[in-house]
């Protein structure tokens, strides 16, 4: 059975933290949508790259989402403010939490997005670094690469491959993700 991520993107979103798992994630066979939260498909990054988003979140129906394993939250400001000012956002978010599905989020994302929803409340996570002094009632940790039961957070840029290869592993196993760390020299 396939697997299925959503992968959601605000203007201002850090474009390695998306592209580099839209691309692990499929050499990996997992199923990858992306989804622009505003009303457009297009989609620009902090660092002007422009993204042809696959859908819009507001235009999925109950199938698409009931078909989800998780969700992928890409960092970048003001990307991750938009992220958390969108109230269909917050929506998806609580429910996928609700059904125990996985939330990944990096950089800004876990600080600015999941702790003001509650989602890291009790956990450890990780975050750019700084960030990490918004957020109470969770436990920070300065590791590249945090899972935490369905949370699966990350630093910054840099830490982008090794989280998305840490997501494979979650849902696909560790052959495929020592499969496609090794292919891409990680």
């Given at each position: 059975?396939?697997?299925?991520?959503?992968?959601?993107?605000?203007?201002?979103?850090?474009?390695?933290?998306?592209?580099?798992?839209?691309?692990?994630?499929?050499?990996?066979?997992?199923?990858?949508?992306?989804?622009s939260i505003s009303g457009n498909r297009t989609v620009t990054g902090a660092h002007g790259v422009a993204v042809n988003a696959e859908t819009l979140l507001s235009g999925l129906g109950k199938a698409d989402l009931d078909g989800l394993d998780g969700v992928l939250l890409p960092g970048g400001m003001p990307g991750a403010s938009n992220l958390a000012a969108s109230a269909d956002t917050g929506a998806l978010l609580r429910k996928l939490a609700g059904a125990?599905?996985?939330?990944?989020?990096?950089?800004?994302?876990?600080?600015?997005?999941?702790?003001?929803?509650?989602?890291?409340s009790g956990r450890r996570f990780t975050c750019f670094p700084g960030m990490e002094e918004q957020v109470s009632g969770a436990t920070w940790s300065d590791d590249r690469v945090v899972t935490d039961g369905n949370i699966i957070t990350s630093r910054a840029a840099g830490t982008a491959g090794e989280w998305a290869t840490a997501i494979i592993r979650r849902l696909a196993g560790d052959t495929a993700a020592d499969k496609v760390a090794a292919a891409v020299l990680l």
């Amino acid at each position: 059975m396939s697997k299925n991520i959503l992968i959601l993107l605000a203007d201002g979103f850090e474009e390695v933290e998306a592209i580099s798992p839209i691309d692990y994630l499929r050499r990996a066979g997992i199923g990858v949508t992306t989804a622009s939260i505003s009303g457009n498909r297009t989609v620009t990054g902090a660092h002007g790259v422009a993204v042809n988003a696959e859908t819009l979140l507001s235009g999925l129906g109950k199938a698409d989402l009931d078909g989800l394993d998780g969700v992928l939250l890409p960092g970048g400001m003001p990307g991750a403010s938009n992220l958390a000012a969108s109230a269909d956002t917050g929506a998806l978010l609580r429910k996928l939490a609700g059904a125990g599905k996985l939330l990944c989020a990096i950089c800004a994302s876990p600080a600015v997005v999941l702790a003001p929803l509650g989602l890291l409340s009790g956990r450890r996570f990780t975050c750019f670094p700084g960030m990490e002094e918004q957020v109470s009632g969770a436990t920070w940790s300065d590791d590249r690469v945090v899972t935490d039961g369905n949370i699966i957070t990350s630093r910054a840029a840099g830490t982008a491959g090794e989280w998305a290869t840490a997501i494979i592993r979650r849902l696909a196993g560790d052959t495929a993700a020592d499969k496609v760390a090794a292919a891409v020299l990680l």
